[in-house]
């Protein structure tokens, strides 16, 4: 069993800055890939930041320049470093990873979410 727990969100004004982190635990063999989400109100999730375990990184444009997604591969902990955070930026981040797991005598790929953690950015 795999799980991912995330966590640093809050409350802060606009312009503050917030750290999250996203813990992976349990059985893992190895990680592909992790990301950040967002889901703010009456909205679709949308991808944030994604960075695979080689380091590479993308993001949305809307963060570009703002956020940055780091990766420790020795501690299976992924984070956010959230700067110049805007109303517009409020949502639940949600933290997903891409990975091998062990099951039984062999290694099996999925695809794991945590609970979310609420960000709440005001003017």
């Known amino acids: 069993q795999v799980q991912l727990v995330e966590s640093g969100g809050g409350l802060v004004q606009a312009g503050g800055s917030l750290r999250l982190s996203c813990v992976a635990s349990g059985s893992i063999f190895s990680i592909n890939s992790m990301g950040w989400y967002r889901q703010a109100p009456g909205k679709q999730r949308e991808l944030v930041a994604h960075i695979s375990s080689g380091g590479t990184t993308n993001y949305a444009e809307s963060v570009k320049g703002r956020f940055t997604i780091s990766i420790d591969n020795a501690k299976n902990t992924m984070y956010l470093q959230m700067n110049s955070l805007k109303p517009e930026d409020t949502a639940v981040y949600y933290c997903?990873?891409?990975?091998?797991?062990?099951?039984?005598?062999?290694?099996?790929?999925?695809?794991?979410w945590g609970q979310g953690t609420q960000v709440t950015v005001s003017s």
């Open positions: 997903n990873a891409d990975l091998y797991f062990l099951m039984a005598k062999t290694v099996a790929d999925g695809d794991y």
